[in-house]
């Protein structure tokens, strides 16, 4: 009797995809790194942080023991260069600019957790940002909005990664603007989790302030809502005017958007669920429920729950996601994986 052999899956047979991640000392940084652990086809090759925030992963982050053996190191240009081909970029604002054109330069495709390569207009950046020192590579930057933008990010060398609450917006509402069903003015009330403040101290998001509590931050001047107008203004193909208030709870990750939209004409529950279905029916990550969302059942992964209903003359559409997959790292991944041809699951599911 022939001997049995036993053939590797069909990733082994391939190079795994060298990553390195800058800022990996935070939340979106810990959930990169939990992620591409899992990942068949692609491996951590280098984490860097600021110095004080550098030593070994599973003593930054306790999690990773006996699982991550390799350390946060203080980032050496050439190193990383040597080491990665895709750097996933968890900085803050402004600081991504000092970083991505060298990244870029060297080769390297970047995706940019930051805000500094989403919105297009200079002008509207700065008056929500700070200057802008990159506005080269903002040309040729892609959205990164998987279910939207997938075509466009095949061959990209630069994502810029949503924001959050961006992310669940468009995904929300995207099945209306693209049938021109609802009129230009929408109104958008989110709350996220205590974790969307980063890990940096703040004494509204002490425990103290934060438990049993519930209010609303950056009233009517929310560096988010530009970004939602620009994405709905391109998919609708006309002006959007978007009203955006968040709030934070007292509960650590996720997003709860409730969008409510003018029809144009009579919709019926039935007819908009059916649009819904149709939209989101070949995406993996995005599923229409019967019932309005909850955030604990999309805690930890990178899902979009959501609800379409009518009510009275409204549409009223309910979208929640967990802030730092979907709505960070798990979005970042996901946009690596239609970078390179890679199952978009991988390391998701």
Not at 112 to 120: E, L, N, P, T, V
Not at 285 to 303: C, E, H, R, S, W
């Amino acid at each position: 009797m022939a001997a049995i052999t036993k053939t590797r899956p069909f990733f082994w047979r391939i190079k795994m995809l060298q990553v390195a991640i800058i800022g990996a000392s935070g939340y979106t940084g810990a959930e990169a790194i939990e992620i591409l652990l899992r990942h068949p086809q692609a491996k951590i090759a280098y984490l860097t942080a600021l110095p004080e925030e550098c030593g070994n992963v599973a003593e930054v982050f306790p999690r990773f023991k006996g699982r991550c053996p390799l350390d946060i190191e203080p980032l050496q240009m050439n190193k990383l260069i040597d080491k990665a081909k895709v750097v996933l970029c968890c900085l803050p604002h402004k600081i991504s600019m000092e970083f991505v054109p060298n990244l870029l330069k060297a080769g390297l495709k970047v995706i940019d957790f930051s805000a500094d390569y989403r919105i297009k207009d200079v002008k509207v950046y700065e008056k929500y940002y700070q200057p802008h020192s990159d506005k080269e590579n903002l040309k040729h930057a892609v959205y990164g909005l998987c279910e939207l933008y997938r075509d466009k990010i095949k061959d990209a060398k630069l994502i810029a990664n949503p924001g959050c609450f961006p992310t669940g917006f468009m995904l929300g509402v995207a099945p209306l603007l693209k049938n021109n069903l609802i009129e230009k003015s929408v109104i958008v009330s989110a709350v996220t989790g205590a974790s969307g403040a980063g890990k940096n101290q703040s004494k509204n998001f002490h425990f103290p302030n934060m438990n049993e509590n519930f209010f609303a931050y950056s009233i009517g001047k929310h560096r988010h809502q530009p970004e939602m107008e620009q994405i709905a203004g391109e998919i609708s193909g006309k002006n959007i005017e978007v009203l955006f208030q968040p709030h934070v709870g007292p509960f650590d990750v996720g997003i709860m958007s409730t969008i409510y939209c003018q029809p144009k004409e009579n919709m019926t529950n039935e007819k908009l669920a059916q649009l819904y279905k149709d939209f989101y029916k070949n995406e993996n990550f995005v599923q229409v429920l019967n019932t309005a969302p909850m955030l604990k059942d999309i805690a930890g992964t990178n899902y979009c729950h959501i609800y379409p209903a009518v009510c009275k003359d409204k549409i009223v559409v309910f979208s929640a996601l967990d802030n730092l997959i979907k709505g960070a790292s798990g979005q970042a991944i996901q946009n690596m994986n239609i970078m390179y041809g890679f199952d978009e699951t991988s390391g998701l599911s």
